[in-house]
């Protein structure tokens, strides 16, 4: 943007008598700083922009957002007065001044320019047609090196400053090589040298209260300037309400300091904070880079360093409301002792945002400019963002960590005492609390502020101030390890009610007794959570806990849920968590638990004991694929557990399975080894484990919806210090490809493993047919591949993965180690049993090239529309995974269904398909991939069938259980096989029905 523009001839011309208007309108805006003709003499050096008589509220302009093509053309609309210039161009240029006239092709015009000193000149020249950049000869004859006033970038077109060196008479030129005449408007600026400088005095450059200038660039000018009376080390802010107004601050030498950075992507103005270097005085100057007229523009100029006019604020007592009448701009902040001190604008509506500088104009480090950091003895300046309104009245709040003025003496035992009350006063006013708690002691804070308030705000600092700890509506637990006494500082919203109760962590008065259960459905509590009082408190006794217990809770579905804080007396969190937690205790130790929610609720708990000690069921095997555990849990609270013990380099595969869709309530694990540590929570994989020589895996629901859910607990070992166990071992596959495998998921045969050797960057599909009897579910078999190390979790952390499903594509991330892995078919959430045929094709890291399938025939060839025909394709190099279309004949772009594959011949020369010709209309059709191996008018769609005769013989009526009285049929009980059993479902054509 704003870069290489081409100008089609005649582009952006004007009519004669309305650009003359035009530039009338301009000239009188101006006055004798505007448009001069080329056959005038040109007139005197301009008085400079104008300058207000007064200080003024602040900037009026808008921001709009530039675009330098946008701003040419209007450059152009403004100075065009006519469709072509007749006369000759001025043998010279004085300063401010603009002057047009016309350039004939292949031609050069000069302008002389007079500098008294070493300087730095802006040059603004406009052209059309064409764009046409100036060149600056020294008195030698050398050809200057200019730069764009907005940096290095490849501009074409717009202001240009070229540095002096010496004294004397330069020539500006400008080449005429466009092939045709071209009007030029050209104008310069000496930074150094000029006389037409605005003067910025001591008054007008106050921080608190800067004087807006007033003033107006006509379209092509170089620019206006400004005088400062600033030294070097002094740091400048210059601010303009439009960020088309660019600012160049240099110094007496004409060397620049500072710039203004074009920001396309920001549509309004931001300040230049400049620190001063180089020789005094310095001068700003203020321009378009790009040459667009500013009928009128602001400029305000302060000090930023040792300012003047800010207010002083010293650190404020609690209770205190910060004064919000004054509009000063900023605010000088005077710290006495050194300590943490929060720090903000507050105001009656919004306040104003802005930057912490210190007292020399350096911006504080990024902490302090967020509310809050350690401030050494000394000023330090807070400063409002300029805008191009006017500054609103403000207030600023500051108050210091070791701060006591103010502060009201209050209880550690809330639940009994009651929470502390009251309501705050203006904006930016804090409260604070003195704590009897002693050091080593931990205490809740727990917020009872009225309901449809926001949310309490709590710092608690020790005597010297230091942060104990934060509370803004979440962790309720502060640890206090500092020097007493403690404080309790409190922010909340202006003339609102709070609340706030502190209640010691090793205090048990007011909290309620909660007693252990057994891994079944029986409830140990129940806790209901109030308005304005949504937290409740449960007891551990020191003699009636474990060394690790998993805490519960259930609510009604679909209602907010609450988290656990268990904590000790000194303040140590033993454990925090949602709905179920699992907890590492200290026998002999005391606890409370805080249970804390976001609405009102009555909620359902139980703790039980995960220990060494815990009565857990013993796995039937562990064995990959064998009987797994079963249980029925009945309620939302309900949960079991398992005990798996081994050595410590064995690695378990341990998960719950539930038959169903992937949203259907489930059972879920969470496995602590021996010590009580949580190891794993299974979410959609199983849990993998290793490093202990004990787990104990919980069993729990998930979106228990009032049916009882059946879980099976698989408990595998999957490989030991030796490597993969045997029955993964036995099965070898290649990365390279393997042929087809087949098998049977049972309840007593649940798994099929298989070990590949793999290398980074290596993946292989896989692909084939899983079918069960449970027509109602579309759920299938889980494909995982699984490293020996990265073990434990359920994620994929090795770097290891297939990527879900059945048919799936396995890899290894280019970054992991190469290894041997093995490949797990797990049951996941379908239901037993499940028949499968497995295959597989090398995708990435092939020893060689795979070859594509080729072709070569269909039989029977010939099936009617409508339904699903079985075909056997034959060819080379078929797959599962060979995606074959039926397509009409004699149209090379049409496609059509994708044919079903059943299973591939070993050699992989034919392929069992279902022909799906549902919708398609009798006729010829082409077998084969789209893009690739096809066979033409290879298969026949015939006319639909009728209906045949079925296959089932029709009974007559007959009662198999009475239901009249409720004492049902006398034989009813079953035993014996049933002999087969057949489901079809019109929702799923095509799959097959199994005995069973």
């Known amino acids: 943007m704003g870069r290489t523009v081409r100008e089609r001839p005649g582009r952006g011309r004007v009519a004669v008598a309305s650009g003359a208007l035009l530039l009338s309108v301009l000239a009188s805006l101006t006055g004798p700083a505007g448009v001069a003709a080329a056959a005038a003499t040109p007139p005197p050096a301009a008085a400079g922009p104008a300058v207000a008589a007064a200080p003024v509220s602040g900037p009026t302009a808008t921001a709009p957002k530039s675009d330098p093509a946008g701003e040419r053309e209007a450059v152009l609309r403004s100075l065009q007065q006519s469709g072509r210039a007749s006369a000759a161009c001025p043998a010279g240029l004085q300063p401010s001044t603009i002057v047009n006239c016309a350039v004939e092709t292949n031609t050069t015009a000069s302008f002389s320019i007079t500098l008294p000193a070493p300087d730095a000149v802006v040059l603004q020249v406009v052209t059309s047609p064409g764009i046409i950049r100036p060149k600056l000869v020294s008195p030698a004859g050398a050809t200057l090196t200019c730069e764009h006033v907005l940096g290095s970038a490849d501009y074409t077109y717009g202001a240009v400053r070229c540095p002096v060196a010496q004294a004397g008479t330069y020539t500006m030129k400008v080449e005429n090589t466009t092939g045709s005449q071209t009007q030029i408007w050209a104008s310069y600026l000496p930074l150094a040298s000029s006389t037409t400088c605005t003067t ?124 919000l009448t004054s509009t000063v701009r900023c605010r000088t902040l005077r710290v006495s002792q050194p300590a943490w001190h929060s720090f903000g604008p507050v105001a009656a509506g919004p306040a104003p945002a802005g930057t912490l500088f210190t007292a020399a104009g350096a911006a504080m480090p990024s902490p302090c400019q967020y509310g809050g950091c350690d401030l050494p003895v000394g000023d330090h300046t807070w400063v409002a963002t300029p805008k191009p309104e006017a500054p609103t009245a403000f207030g600023m709040a500051f108050h210091s960590a070791k701060e006591s003025r103010g502060c009201t003496a209050t209880h550690d035992n809330g639940l009994v005492a009651g929470p502390v009350s009251g309501t705050f006063g203006g904006p930016g006013q804090k409260l604070c609390l003195t704590l009897p708690t002693a050091s080593g002691t931990g205490v809740y804070l727990l917020d009872r502020t009225p309901a449809g308030v926001e949310s309490l705000g709590v710092l608690v600092y020790d005597a010297a101030g230091s942060k104990q700890c934060e509370y803004s509506g979440y962790h309720p637990v502060c640890k206090l390890t500092g020097t007493a006494p403690f404080r309790a500082v409190l922010t909340g919203t202006p003339s609102k009610a709070y609340g706030l109760a502190v209640h010691r962590t090793g205090e048990a008065a007011g909290c309620a007794a909660w007693p252990r259960t057994g891994f079944d459905a029986s409830v140990g509590a129940q806790a209901s959570l109030a308005v304005g009082a949504l937290q409740t408190c449960l007891t551990l006794p020191a003699a009636q806990h474990t060394a690790a217990e998993v805490l519960a809770y259930s609510a009604p579905y679909g209602q907010q849920g609450a988290t656990f804080y268990a904590a000790d007396p ?89 038959a169903g869709g992937k949203d259907d309530p489930a059972a879920r694990l969470q496995v602590v080894d021996a010590a009580g540590a949580l190891q794993c929570q299974q979410y959609t994989e199983a849990c993998r484990v290793t490093g202990s020589t004990s787990y104990v895996a919980v069993v729990l629901p998930h979106g228990h919806a009032g049916k009882p859910i059946h879980a099976d607990v698989d408990t595998w070992k999957v490989a030991t210090s030796g490597g993969w166990v045997p029955e993964c071992a036995a099965n070898r596959i290649s990365a390279e490809g393997f042929p087809e495998r087949s098998g049977v998921l049972t309840q007593t045969a649940s798994a099929y493993c298989a070990v590949v050797d793999m290398k980074p960057s290596q993946s292989f599909g896989v692909s084939g047919v899983s079918t069960t009897n449970d027509l109602d579910s579309w759920s299938t078999a889980q494909l995982s591949l699984l490293a020996a190390h990265g073990w434990e979790g359920s994620g994929t952390s090795s770097g290891y993965r297939c990527d879900g499903g059945f048919n799936t594509l396995c890899s290894v991330d280019s970054d992991a180690p190469a290894g041997q892995a093995v490949l797990m078919l797990s049951p996941a959430r379908t239901v037993l049993p499940v028949e499968f045929t497995l295959r597989g094709t090398c995708v990435t890291g092939c020893a060689g090239q795979p070859r594509n399938p080729w072709i070569s025939g269909i039989s029977p060839a010939a099936g009617p529309a409508g339904t699903l025909n079985q075909a ?61 191996s096809r066979i033409t008018k290879a298969y026949t769609v015939t006319a639909p069938t009728a209906a045949t005769k079925s296959r089932f013989v029709p009974h007559g009526p007959a009662r198999f259980l009475d239901t009249r009285d409720g004492t049902g049929a006398a034989k009813s009980t079953r035993t014996g096989n049933p002999g087969p059993r057949c489901r079809t479902s019109t929702s799923h054509p095509g799959r097959s029905c199994r005995t069973w």
Request: proline share 6%.
């Open 200 to 323: 910025v005095a001591p008054a007008d450059r106050r921080l608190g209260a800067p004087k807006v200038f007033q003033g107006s660039l006509p379209a092509g000018s170089a620019g206006d300037c400004y005088a400062l009376d600033l030294v070097a080390n002094d740091v400048l802010r210059s601010y303009s309400s439009s960020k088309d107004i660019h600012h160049i601050v240099y110094d007496a030498t004409g060397k620049q300091v500072c710039a203004t950075v074009r920001d396309w992507q920001n549509s309004g103005s931001v300040p230049l904070d400049c620190k001063l270097t180089g020789t005094a005085p310095f001068r700003m100057a203020a321009l378009s880079a790009f040459g667009s007229g500013h009928a009128a523009y602001d400029v305000a100029l302060a000090r930023l360093s040792r300012p003047e006019g800010c207010a002083v604020v010293e650190p404020q007592a609690f209770g205190v409301s910060p004064d």
């Open 570 to 658: 000194a303040g140590n969190v033993a454990c925090m968590g949602g709905s179920v937690v699992t907890c590492r205790l200290t026998p002999g130790t005391a606890y409370t638990v805080m249970m804390v929610g976001r609405a009102p609720e009555t909620y359902q708990l139980a703790r039980r004991d995960i220990s060494a000690t815990a009565n857990c069921t013993a796995p039937v095997s562990t064995k990959v694929g064998a009987q797994a555990v079963s249980f029925d849990l009945t309620s939302p609270l309900d949960a079991r557990c398992v005990r798996v013990s081994g050595s410590a380099t064995d690695k378990f595969w341990l998960g719950a399975r539930t």
């Open 872 to 932: 056997v394709v034959h060819g080379q190099d078929l797959t599962l995974t060979t995606e074959l279309m039926l397509m009409p004949s004699g149209s090379q772009f049409a496609d059509g269904p994708f044919m079903k594959p059943l299973s591939v011949s070993p050699d992989g020369t034919s392929m069992k398909v279902l022909v799906d010709t549902t919708g398609l209309q009798p006729g010829l059709y082409d077998v084969g991939r789209y893009i690739g």
